[in-house]
């Protein structure tokens, strides 16, 4: 008996106007109750005088000003920048001269006054003026698991470094500025952040490793179950638990949305790789978490999505090894223009994403594999040979208008082919200029 995997069928996730209409009505209910929440929380804020704020630091860096004193001597400051998150997800930026240890992830009680700033700002950020910052006693959950994998490194020369990568690739921590620079300046940012690319790579990893005892057990007890279906819900119950370990982070979320709605459609036999589909899950998340309309990260993971359905569509078939390369380097020069419209860096060291971006099918997989036996430290030396590059860079920022267009061009590629060649030479054009000015 032959058993099939797919459906025989291909129909579209939502055919006709009625359809969209409803949904899109549906969703703008959604979206209009979600910013409503936004600004019942906005509005009680008090920016009239001080008050308390309960947040956990996302994120905390050093930061050195130049500051010219009024007997014309010159003086730098130096003070620390803290990324708050309060109990709702809303986002404050506060500073403090105190001589602060770390205290990155750690819970505290914030006394200080809220500069003034609207209700579009508030979705993305506010500034406070914090007159005293003092610890709570309260843990992040997920402290157990960094404690973990910086014990694993300890021993090197600059573990925490190597710590601290490792963090953001496997929990969403974010980058210490070695890393940050370096993986900015050679475009790796997009494989270190989670996203649909980390999703994919585990859940791959995960079939390989379930199927052959699943087969073994299909065999003998329930020959008339399907591997793909019973497989693909085992491995969404997994991934919905890394979500919420990663605390929902907007790439991932995306992609966990659209591999939930992936395996429902190709459960039912609708048409996986849409853009349709694409539409809807854009539509749902934002519906959910208005904020998303400006999360950079999200905004690349769909970018990155959207092209490489374009690439699907479009490409002929050939060889495996080929078409691979193909891809990715069609993704890369597709991605550009828009990466260089939130990102300035550009050096054409950034090539080097093409290989790493492959190579990381087998890296992450085997560095988690190896922190889950206690040995995560052996890559060290290699990583923080990577972590001391400084490749000399050029900044250039894509105008608004230009990117505007491109996207336009991009969209008419879904229903063109010849569309899509002039997107790709354009794409390849945008990195020759780019090219040319480094030179």
Known sequence: ??????????????????????????????????????????SQLDFSKPQEIYAQVVLQYPKSV????????????HYFVLKLSDTNNNIFYTTSKEDLKSIANRYIRLYGQIQKCSFLQFFKSCYVFAYSISLLHKRDYRDTIRDFIDKQHAQAAEGASAGNLYRALFIADPLDKQWRDVSNKLGLAHIIAISGFHLGVLSGVFYLVFAPLYRYCQHRYFPYRNEAYDLGALILILMFGYLLILDYQPSFFRSFVMAVLGFLIYYSGIRLLSFSLLFFVCLFCIALFPSLLINIGFILSVA????????????????????????????????????????????????????????????????????????????????????????????????????????????????????????????????IVLLWRYL
């Open 1 to 42: 008996m032959n058993k099939s995997k797919s459906s025989p069928y291909a129909v579209l996730l939502i055919e006709g106007v009625r359809e969209w209409v409803f949904f899109i009505g549906l969703f703008v209910l959604v979206f209009a109750y979600s910013v409503g929440e936004k600004y019942r929380q906005f």
């Open 304 to 431: 990155g999505v959207f092209y490489i359905f374009l690439f699907i569509k479009h490409c002929p078939k050939m060889h495996k090894i080929f078409y691979a390369i193909l891809f990715n380097f069609a993704i890369f020069f597709n991605i550009a223009p828009i990466v260089h419209y939130f990102f300035p860096y550009f050096t054409p060291y950034q090539l080097i994403s093409i290989p790493v971006s492959i190579a990381f099918i087998v890296f992450f997989p085997l560095s988690l594999g190896l922190h889950a036996l206690g040995f995560g430290g052996v890559m060290d030396k290699f990583l923080l040979q990577g972590a001391a590059l400084n490749p000399p860079f050029i900044e250039y920022y894509a105008p608004g208008i230009f990117v505007l267009a491109y996207v336009g061009l991009s969209l008419c590629a879904i229903y063109s082919k010849k569309m899509y060649v002039l997107l790709n030479l354009w794409s390849i054009g945008f990195f």
């Open 66 to 77: 130049e500051k010219t004193l009024k007997n014309g001597t010159r003086k730098i400051e």
